[in-house]
Structures are given as C-alpha cells and as structure tokens.
Nanobody, 124 residues
Framework: QVQLVESGGGLVQAGGSLRLSCAVS????????IGWFRQAPGKERDFVSA????????YYADSVKGRFTSSKDNAKNTFYLQMNSLTPEDTAVYYC?????????????????WGQGTQVTVSS
C-alpha cells in the first residue's frame, strides 16, 4: 500500500504562483512515476505533469508547459508542482498519483494510487 497526501492549494490571483506538495509513504521502493492531474467542475480529470522517481525526467501537458515545473526530494519522498503565471483556467482540484511502471502515461486509469486532492482557485 502507498499513501499520497497533497498540500499547498489555495486561492491566488491571476498571474500568481502556488507550489503543491505530494508526500508519499508506504511502498516507495521500485521504479515509479508521480503524476499530477487536475479536475475542474463538470470536466474530466486531465494530465498536468509527471516526474520519474529515479532520474527526475519530467513531462508536461501543453497547457502548462513553461509555467509549471515538477520536482522531487527523494530524501523526503516528496514531490512538488510549482505553478507560475496562473490563470483562472487553472482552477481545479489537483491530484497526485503514483504509477508503478517505467513508462509514462497521461491516462488517469494507468495510475495505481491517488491522493485526496487539493483545491486551487485562481481569481481574475
């Protein structure tokens, strides 16, 4: 079993920044990928970013590329999503999830465990 706990969400004005954290505990051995997803009201859960546990390779959705940055602190088993230049379109519940595989996936169904989510609201 593995547990993921997100934090760092909140209310921010357009153009502002937030940093989300995802603390991972439990089964942390093996090769895996941490994905970040978001879900706005009435919409599907969309891929935002992913980072590999071992080498820290990062991947981004086109909508956030250049604004969001994924990073990790292996010693703390914690992953981060730095979000800059936020717009109201970024408003959503943000989730982190773990995928026990070497291959990247942008599909939420391919991730094994999920955190509870953290709300990000960007006001105009």
């Amino acid at each position: 079993q593995v547990q993921l706990v997100e934090s760092g969400g909140g209310l921010v004005q357009a153009g502002g920044s937030l940093r989300l954290s995802c603390a991972v505990s439990g089964r942390t051995f093996g090769t895996y990928i941490i994905g970040w997803f978001r879900q706005a009201p009435g919409k599907e859960r969309d891929f935002v970013s992913a980072i590999t546990w071992n080498f820290g390779d990062t991947y981004y959705a086109d909508s956030v590329k250049g604004r969001f940055t994924s990073s990790k602190d292996n010693a703390k088993n914690t992953f981060y999503l730095q979000m800059n230049s936020l717009t109201p379109e970024d408003t959503a519940v943000y989730y982190c999830a773990v995928r026990y595989s070497r291959s990247l996936s942008r599909r939420s169904n391919d991730y094994n465990y999920w955190g509870q989510g953290t709300q990000v609201t960007v006001s105009s």
